[in-house]
Nanobody
C-alpha cells in the first residue's frame, strides 16, 4: 500500500500562495487517482480537488475553482496542490489521498477515498493577517 507524506503548509497572509506536496513511497503514484481534502476542527472533511490516473482529468469544488491547481509529477512520485489567492476560510489541515480507481469522474473519486484511499498525515495551512 502506498504511503503518503504531505508538506508545504504554513502561515500565509490573505491573498498569498502556497504549494502543497504529496510525496508517495511504497508504490507508484502513477496508478492512483489523487485527491486533496481539508478539514477544520469540528467540521467534516471536505474533498476539494482530484486528478485522475489516466488522462489527468481534474476536478475542483466550487470554493477553490480558479484559485487552486492540482498537478502530478509521476517521475517524482509526487502530487501537488498550488493554492493562490488564499482566503481566511481556506485555513484547515490539508490531506492528500491516493485512490486506486480509474474511469470515474473527479467528484466520485473523492467519495471513494474514505473507503479505499491511502492517506497522508496532513499539513496545516493557516491564512491570517
Amino acid at each position: 500500500q502506498v504511503q503518503l507524506v504531505e508538506s508545504g503548509g504554513g502561515l500565509v497572509q490573505p491573498g498569498g500562495s502556497l504549494r502543497l506536496s504529496c510525496a508517495a513511497s511504497g508504490g507508484t503514484l502513477e496508478y492512483y487517482a489523487i485527491g486533496w481534502f481539508r478539514q477544520v476542527p469540528g467540521k467534516a472533511r471536505e474533498g476539494i480537488s482530484s486528478i485522475s490516473s489516466g488522462d489527468g482529468s481534474t476536478y475542483y469544488v466550487d470554493s477553490v475553482k480558479g484559485r487552486f491547481t492540482i498537478t502530478r509529477d509521476n517521475a517524482k512520485n509526487t502530487a501537488y496542490l498550488q493554492m493562490n489567492s488564499l482566503k481566511v476560510e481556506d485555513t484547515a489541515v490539508y490531506y492528500c489521498a491516493a485512490i486506486p480507481a480509474t474511469g470515474y469522474d473527479g467528484k466520485y473519486l473523492l467519495s471513494l477515498a474514505a473507503d479505499i484511499g491511502s492517506w497522508g498525515q496532513g499539513t496545516q495551512v493557516t491564512v491570517s493577517s
